[in-house]
Structure formats: C-alpha cells, structure tokens
C-alpha cells in the first residue's frame, strides 16, 4: 500500500493502495467512477477504455504504478458541465449505441482518436475502433457518428 | 434521480429507467386513473424454459398498469426490461399516440417486481408484437374513461369532444376544456382494460410511425446509465465463487486458508457453493486464486468435433413439428432427389455486461437483488426458493441491462448474489467474469439438420423431408409450396432433452431459426442450382405466399438483382425467412480469398415486412445490429470445448464480429399498415447464415456445409472441389 497521486478528470486525487491493483477498480470500486465498465478483465475488449496523459488505455491491465503523477480522464470527465463533448453528441445523434454498455469506451478511444487524428478517413475510424467489441451491432452508428464529430470540430476548429 | 412534482413523484425523463421505491409508487398511484391491462401467452413455441404456470402468482390478465396523474403525466409500469432493443422508446410512443399527449410527457418504470405488474420475461421479440396491441387498447380505454369524465364536467355530450394534447377540448367550444390532469386530480379511479373502447385507425397515427430520439442515449454516452454491477450499496462486497474446471467435474476438496489470511477477505462455504469477498473487485480476484481445490474429473469425452455424431446417436425421441401430404408418394414424382447434412457448433451470447447482480438484504429481512436479467419475475421466484422465502419477500429491480440476446433469460449470478448476502448480513455484489459467462452461458446449440428434397420435371418442389437436431423447429415452418413435406425435431433449443448436450443451451436471438433457416435456404439454393435457375426466380417459382413474395421483389430491386443461375461467380446471395410475424428477405455480396479462405462480406441488403412500424429508426437499428451478430455465427463463433472444458474462455480466441468486419449495410421497412406491429428484435438475423453460405456458393461454386466458416473450412472445402 502506498499512497498514489494522480489527476482524474481534472481534479488532483490522491489513493492509498497496493499500486499493482488495477485502475478499472480503483476507478469503480474505491473511487465510484462506474461509467468504466468491466468487460473482459484482459484488455480484448474496450469497455474500460480511459485516457492517461490522452492516450487511450485499457484500466483492466492498468496497474496504479503506471497511473501515479498521470491524467486520467474518464467518460464522466469528457462533458463540460451539462455540455455534452462532440463526440458524445455525435454518439447521441447517431444513436452510436444500443445497450450502451460498450459505449464509455468507444466514447474514449473516438475522443483520443479525434485528438490525434483530427481528420481521419472513414477505414481509419475503422481501424481505430477496431479493438472495441459491441455485441449488439451498433458498429454503422459508431462509425457515422465519430466521422460527424470529425467534420464538427473541423468546422468548428476554423 | 427521482422528480418531485407537486403531488406525486415520478422518474425523471419520460422512458426513464429508474427505481422508485414502494412508498412513491403508491402515492403516485394513490389518486389519478390508473387502468390495468391484459397480456395474453403467445404461443406454445415461444414458452421459455420454465414452467410459468405455477409460478405466477398475479392472475395472467393482469399484466401492466397505465397511469394517469393529476399533472397529466402518463406513467407506464410494465415488467419488461431495456437491454438495448429500444422498447424504452416503443412502448410509451404507443401509449402516447392513442392518449393523445406528447411523447415526453410520458414515463415508463421497467422490470421492477414491486412497482410492476408480472411479466414472464423480454424475449421472442414479443414487447411492440404482444405486449404493444394491449397497451394501445388499454391506452384507448382510458381515454375513453376521460372523455367520459370531461363530457360530465363539461356539460358537453361526448360525440362533441375531441382529444388533443392531453386536452379534452369540445369540438364547437374550445374554451371548453379539460386536462387530463385536471380529470383526475384528486379521485382515485381504477378500471381494468375491458377491450371496448375504439383505436385510432393506423392513417390518423402522428407519434406511432415517427423516429424519435433515445431517452437512454445522454446517460449512455456520459457513464451515467447505470447497469446491475454499477449498483453499489454501503458495505457491498464483491464475491468471488469457487468453480469447478470442467463441466461435470465435482469439487472433493477446498482449502480456503491462504485467502482468509488477506486482509479485508472473507469466506462463505456452504457445501459445495465456497465464495471469497471483499470491497474490491481485483483483490477478490486475487483471493480467489490463493484458493486451492480438487476435483473428480467430468465423465464427459465429448469434444466439437465429435459432438455431431453424439447427436446423430443420443437417445432421445423425436417429434412431428409439421406435415402436410406423403413425402414418399411426392418422391416419387420427383426428377431427381437432393439430400444434405447441415452441422452447426454451439454458439455464445455474450454480452458485453457479463451477468452481474448485487444483492442487499434489509433488516426487515427483505432481500432487493439490482439484476441484469431479462427475466426479473421468475428470477424473483427463483430467488425466493433458494432462500425459503415467500416471493413478495424479494424484489428484483432491473437496471438497464448490458445486452442479452436470450443469454440473461438464465440469471444464476443474482441468486447467488442473493444467498451469499443472506450468508454474509452484508450486500454483494456478484460480476461474473468473462470466463464464468463463457462457461455458464446458455449456449446456442448444436445442431444437424438432414434435408432431403425433391425436385419434379417442372421445376417444382414436390417433397421436403427434414430431421431437425439440436434447433428445434423455431423458423423451419414451410412457407414454400410443397405438397409433401414433414419436418421432425430431435430435442428443442432450450431444455437439453435427454442431456444430449454437455453443458447448459438455451435462447439465442431467435432460437434455433438462425440453424433451422441456414440449412433450408441453403438446401433451397442446391435445389435452384439442380434446377438450373437463378436462385430468386426459383423461390418464386415455388413460392405463392404474397407477403414473402412482395419482401423478396422489395429486397431484390433494392439490391439490384439480375437473374443468373448459380454460381455466376458475382458472390451474390439470397435467403428467405419468417420469424417473429416478420418476413424478411436478405442478400448479399461476398468476395472470398482462395489462398486463406477468408470470406469478406462486402454488402448486405434486408427488407422486411413488420407490419405496422412504431418507430422506423429504431426497428432499423435492429435489423443492422442482427446483421452484424449474424456475421459471427456465420463465419467465426463456434465454442470449443473438450471433456467438459470449455476451451473458449475469452475473446483472444473467441471472435465477436469486429468495425472491420462490417458490410455495406442497406435495410428497407416495407409499408405495411394493414398488418399490426410485428416482431423487429431477431428476424433480421435468421437469414445471415443462408444468405453469406449461398453467396459464397455463388462466388466458388462451393457449398459449406458446416457453420461457422472459419477460413481453414472454407479451404478445406475448396481443396476438395480443386
């Protein structure tokens, strides 16, 4: 156990905890955080995607080690009060979802994707959502929504 | 989470998922008009696993309440649940359309057993299909009860009143007016749906038929939703249950004393059922690990492979699903006869949720279990036997549910989250992980379906013998015009008659169809090619059902098919099906790499007939999303398994359908009015397999008979023909 400090959605936090335990549940269980959600616990999956220092990782096989002195951002952490991000209301408009489980994750990793790659192509949506599993098929929404965030922060970025 | 209006208390949102406790319900139901309504039990072949019967305690005509408040609000209480199927938004744009009030203004609390009225389960594609023609005729009743009230109010007789806005206006007055709110502030009225009062005719509907957006969607894309595991009560601990190795396997030994020495851990043994706690998930995991156990090994020695022929072998009796003619008289005026095997491996649910519950115990000795199951009701009867208590002392109360597809009709996990609560006088929480939902889920089965068919001079079907293993009969229905046919099953889709499976099977979006409408398409397919037709031209030679006959020509404009018999090496397909009241009609384009055997779906065109659409975009996002799960089952999901093991146990080896895997997706709802709503949750997906095998014949001239086709099959089949 050793104290770990960290930032988490923009608010410094700091935890006492055997820093080989993982951030997933850290997040869920000693923090409260649900919105990142538990899916494979072996990082095939994505829906306990976050961001560290803006690079999308899976928390599963995050161990707190890694995590000390780092930005996390979350799901919750992506609205800006009630404002909704881009891509959280490009996910909205587009009904990027079903059950909604997966979605967290995608939400993250379209929101890291858009960072780095501010105008991709439809494949490299593709490719960079690749590794986010979503049983109930919403695949086709996911993809029009993160392309209509794109071309909205292009736009708005002007 | 909960909206205080001036009297009564409501979830906040229309459609909202929430929970509201007892004590809201019925001051929120203690005024205002509340009507209750009927649902009658679809059909013998759609009954689940268990025996309803005797475990429903509400008389079964009495199935949801609608309620009308002093503030106007409608609330809706129904035991159904949200598991990304939409009916959140469905189902109140119903009652919205026939009460004539603003979608908004209309609440619907889901899966509660406290709040709702019984309900056997979400499934068969059953909530618009079944549950919808009750709600909008219930729906009518009350507004029949309004006008009624504004008529006596109002001095005005009721052929003068008209409806608009959750308004009673007078036709020739409109300041003569009431709100429903007003109608029923302060009297309590109770009615029960008598199936008297008019419907509006399908031509003046304004909500029904329109898109609306999801109410679920801001909580969703925020982290907000919260789900069954999200449930954390004070002083929840995670548990964690000892397992054995292999199905079939019997613990003979557990040593939990290295576990109990972690700190904060502790340790529940009641018999065979051993669980370790504690607040946090992954150090529960690790306990977990520091137990150590022993086992008699599973007697069972099946495998995937030799699975088929243990079916072929197994004991059990068959029955007649259907018949009509002498298939051996209609041999005999056949040309030439046709017979196939069909064999498919089991396939896995898994939703992204894993089954989770959380169970918390009040001191009046209540037990509340939060559960993502599709079936809270008979979950609360499941519990209440395995704690010995009467049934109205649990509640089950479902959260929104991280996708089921038939998988969480089993919902195992809440009662042990249930028991080990009991055990611990603390609340549990019990998240399976991916490798119990691997090992416990309720697998699609296997199957091996025999079809041998005749064909006459005419290009006519004349007889149609199929010997159905391991599906049931669920989509092999024969719509074609086939004088002699018969149709025989061998155990059923659920149930494991005879234990002829090793290891648990049960619903998967639409059951059994998915095998059952693979193998006749398929087998229709060899048959056009025997005839030496195109394969669309030869359904509707055989083909006189105007319904099906009018989603085929729909599908096939869409598509732009153009006759050619098969293969014409253009990798096109075509499948046929019914499911659900549902026709539907897929094809398809697929490229197929001859050096890996890969199979790339390129395109994916479906049209159906639903009848009458409560909301487009979402009976749209439906059908996509069965067209994206039916490519698994299709060409990568088959779970492996050997003596018991289940050698699948997470997605490293198991592929769910990827981004990459996606086609051109193309749907078309055909207009339907005269029809009432049918089913929209699985049809789409009954032809996926079919419509990818055909195209791949079309394209290789190589028919797979054999489900998934995984690459190494798919070369296999086409170094036999080489």
Known sequence: MKPIAFTLNGVARTVTVDENRDLLWVLRDDLGYTGTKFGCGASFCGACTVLLDGKEVRSCVTPMSRVAGKKVVTVEGLAQGDKLSPVQEAFVEHVGFQCGYCTSGMVISATALLEANPKPTRAQIIQGLERHLCRCGAHLRVVDAVESAAKKMAGGAK | ?722
């Open chain 2, 1 to 722: 989470m909960i909206r205080q209006d001036e009297e009564m208390i409501v979830p906040e949102g229309w459609g909202f998922v929430e929970t509201i406790d007892r004590r809201d319900f019925l001051r929120l139901t203690s005024t205002g008009l509340l009507v209750a309504f009927a649902v009658k039990p679809p059909d013998g072949a759609l009954r689940p696993v268990w025996n309803f019967a005797e475990q429903q305690r509400t008389p079964p005509d009495f199935n949801a309440f609608l309620h009308i408040g002093a503030n106007g609000r409608v609330t809706l209480f129904v035991g159904k649940i949200e598991m990304g199927q939409g009916i959140i938004t469905g189902l109140p744009q119903i009652a919205a359309e026939q009460l004539n009030v603003p979608l908004e203004r209309v609440d619907c609390v889901m899966g509660d057993t406290d709040l709702c009225p019984f309900d056997n389960g979400t499934f068969g594609s059953l909530s618009v299909w079944r549950l919808g023609p009750v709600l909008h005729a219930a729906a009518a009743e009350a507004r029949a009860v309004l006008v009624q009230m504004a008529s006596e109010k109002l001095g005005v007789p009721v052929a003068e009143l008209t409806v608009k806005d959750g308004m009673v206006v007078s036709k020739s007055d409109p300041s003569k007016s009431a709100s429903y709110g007003e109608l029923t502030a302060g009297k309590k009225i109770e009615r029960r749906y008598e199936g008297q009062a008019a419907l509006d005719k399908v031509s003046e509907y304004t909500i029904i038929g329109k898109s609306y957006p999801r109410p679920d969607a801001r909580a969703k894309v925020t982290g907000k939703a919260m789900y069954a595991g999200d449930m954390v009560p004070a002083g929840a601990l995670h548990a964690r249950v000892v397992r054995p190795p292999t199905h079939g396997a019997k613990i003979t030994s557990v040593d939990t004393s290295a576990a109990e020495k972690v700190p904060g851990v502790r340790v529940v043994k009641d018999g065979d059922f051993v669980a370790v706690l504690h607040a946090h998930r992954d150090e529960a995991d690790r306990a977990l690990k520091l137990v150590k156990t022993t086992f008699a090994p599973s007697p069972s020695t099946l495998d995937h492979e030799n699975i088929f022929a243990h079916l072929e072998t197994v004991e059990v009796a068959r029955r007649q699903a259907e018949a009509a003619g002498d298939v051996a008289a209609g041999e005999k005026g056949a040309a030439q006869v046709i017979s196939a095997k069909y064999r498919k491996g089991y396939v896995a649910h898994s939703p992204m949720e894993t089954h989770s519950a959380v169970a918390s115990v009040a001191a009046d000795g209540k037990v509340t279990v939060w559960a993502g199951t599709q079936t809270p009701f008979p979950l609360q009867t499941q519990v209440a036997r395995a704690l010995k208590l009467a049934p109205e002392r649990v509640r089950i109360i479902t959260p929104f549910v991280g996708g089921g597809f038939g998988g969480k009709s089993a919902s195992q996990q809440a009662v042990e989250a249930a028991r080990l609560a009991v055990a611990t006088g603390t609340p549990v929480r019990v998240v399976w992980s991916r490798e119990e939902e691997f090992f416990f889920d309720t697998f699609d089965p296997a199957a091996v379906i025999t079809i041998r068919a005749g064909l006459n001079a005419a290009k006519r079907i004349v007889s149609w013998d199929s010997d159905i293993i391991g599906s049931g009969s669920r989509g092999a229905a024969m719509f074609y015009d086939v004088p002699n046919h018969r149709t025989m099953t061998k155990g059923g889709w659920s149930g494991n008659q005879g234990g002829m499976h090793p290891f648990a099977v049960g619903p998967w979006r639409a059951p059994g169809a998915n095998a059952n409408v693979w193998a006749r398409e398929s087998h229709i397919d060899t048959l056009a090619t025997a005839a030496g037709m195109d394969p669309v031209e030869f359904r509707m030679l055989n083909l006189q059902n105007p319904r099906m006959r009018r989603v085929l020509e729909t599908c096939a404009k869409k598509f732009g098919w153009t006759p050619k018999p098969g293969p014409s090496k253009r990798g096109f397909g075509v499948a046929i099906g019914e499911d659900a009241g549902t026709y539907v009609a897929n094809m398809a384009e697929v490229k197929v790499d001859t050096t890996t055997g890969a199979i790339k779906v390129v395109r994916v065109v479906c049209a159906q007939d639903m009848g009458v659409v409560v909301n487009p975009e979402g009976a749209t996002q439906q059908m996509e999303g069965c067209i994206m799960m039916g490519l698994g089952y299709t060409l990568a999901e088959e779970v492996r398994f050997k003596n018991g093991e289940v050698l699948d146990r997470n997605y490293g080896s198991y592929s769910l359908p990827k981004f990459s895997w996606m086609p051109r997706i193309e749907t078309v709802i055909l207009d339907s009015p005269d029809i009432p709503s049918q089913g929209g949750g699985e049809p789409a997906i009954v032809g996926m397999g079919a419509v990818i095998a055909n195209a791949v014949f079309d394209a290789t001239g190589v028919r797979i008979t054999q489900l998934p086709m995984t690459p190494t099959r798919v070369k296999t089949a086409l170094g036999k023909k080489g």
